[in-house]
């Protein structure tokens, strides 16, 4: 994102957009002055549509890392971010079962 606040790349990186919601979460939970605050809870608000779209297991990953943070400060009317998270959940639980052997219980075949 630009310093006018405008995305630089059409697709990302699915790592880099979970990382970065986190971190949005961290701030809209924190005691960081409420412009900040407002600003993270508008960035994720705009970016949840492709949150949804994510495949990447490790940005998902952060996006249920990211829905503790919101749940634990008890953040209202995140429940569209909620119904992402455990998409993502489900996501990854999949891939599990999918992925998983014997001497190799991971998300992913290798």
């Not at 701030?27 to 492709?50: H, K, N, Q, Y």
């Not at 779209?53 to 990953?61: F, G, K, M, N, V």
């Not at 489900?90 to 992913?108: G, I, N, Q, Y």
């Amino acid at each position: 994102m630009s310093y006018q606040r405008d995305w630089l790349d059409a697709a990302g990186t699915g790592d880099c957009q979970g990382q970065a919601v986190l971190a949005l979460a961290e701030v809209l939970t924190s005691s960081l002055p409420a412009g900040f605050r407002a600003l993270s809870r508008e960035l994720i608000d705009t970016v949840l549509p492709t949150l949804a779209d994510l495949r990447s297991l490790r940005a998902e990953a952060y996006v249920i890392l990211a829905w503790g943070q919101l749940s634990a400060a008890r953040v209202a009317d995140m429940e569209p971010f909620e119904a992402v998270a455990r998409q993502s959940a489900r996501r990854l639980v999949e891939c599990f079962h999918r992925s998983k052997r014997a001497d190799w219980p991971w998300f992913e075949s290798q």
